[in-house]
């Protein structure tokens, strides 16, 4: 079974950015479409972004323009560059196998069990 491990979080100032790595065991990484999902207090866990098995990606409009998601298939590592951050991106991020689902669409469905997550705060 896979198992996703997030890390890179931290607390920035507003405008600044991070680097997010979710890392991932098992043969089956690399042909998996994979998504970056977070979840803030009191809230659903939301898709945010999205890369698919041959490195097509989508963003919900939220994040459009200022995270970058990409993949490593060789090391089984997904990244999310996240630039010019706002208080509102303050969440944990998780990052899982997508079976389906778009960045802004509510309905998602994932293969992996959910790692930790690594949370990111933002001050203004």
């Known amino acids: 079974q896979v198992q996703l491990v997030e890390s890179g979080g931290g607390l920035v100032q507003a405008g600044g950015s991070l680097r997010l790595s979710c890392a991932a065991s098992?043969?089956?990484?690399?042909?998996?479409?994979i998504g970056w999902f977070r979840q803030a207090p009191g809230k659903q866990r939301e898709l945010v972004a999205r890369i698919s098995m041959s490195g097509g990606t989508s963003y919900a409009d939220s994040v459009k323009g200022r995270f970058t998601i990409s993949r490593d298939n060789a090391k089984n590592t997904v990244y999310l560059q996240m630039n010019s951050l706002k208080p509102e991106d303050t969440a944990v991020y998780y990052c899982n196998l997508l079976i389906f689902g778009e960045p802004g669409s509510p309905r998602t469905l994932v293969s992996a069990p959910w790692g930790q997550g690594t949370q990111v705060t933002v001050s203004s």
């Open positions: 098992g043969s089956t990484f690399s042909i998996n479409a």
